[in-house]
């Protein structure tokens, strides 16, 4: 059983939007801190945003007031809200959960379980 399922990549031209989904199945949101991270073709994964049950954000220098991570708690599902996409956003996006509060957010080792990741494609 996959722990976490992300949805809603797709392709969109530039200066487009998409919002992604992440889901889990053995894991309640508001417990912990969740990410956000991004893997350009060719390039290591990076942290793109996350979310903590205080109500901590935190998002990259590149996509700071671009994109806004929430999480439904009822729902137990995460997002990630695109707006104003350029071709750098291209690659798959992978949602994480932490076990516990996380120290460096945009630390892969951080976290402990990973979706198989989204892809979003951005062109001209």
């Known amino acids: 059983q996959v722990p976490l399922v992300e949805s809603g990549g797709d392709s969109v031209q530039t200066g487009g939007s998409l919002t992604l989904s992440c ?3 053995r894991w309640t949101w508001s ?11 060719g390039k ?13 954000k935190n998002y990259a220098d590149s996509v700071k ?9 009822v729902k137990n599902i995460l997002f ?6 350029n071709s750098d956003d291209t690659g ?7 076990a516990s509060g996380v120290e460096f957010w945009d630390d ?17």
Do not use: K
Not at 112 to 123: A, E, L, N
């Open 65 to 73: 007031g671009r994109f806004t991570i929430s999480r439904d708690n």
């Open 23 to 25: 889901t889990p199945s």
């Open 92 to 98: 798959v996006y992978y949602c994480a959960t932490g």
């Open 44 to 56: 290591e994964r990076q942290g793109v945003a996350n979310i903590c049950s205080d109500g901590t």
């Open 108 to 124: 892969m080792g951080e976290y402990v379980d990973w979706g198989q990741g989204t892809q979003v494609t951005v062109s001209s």
């Open 80 to 85: 990630l809200q695109m707006n104003s996409l």
């Open 31 to 41: 417990n912990y801190c969740q990410a956000w991270f991004h893997q350009a073709p």
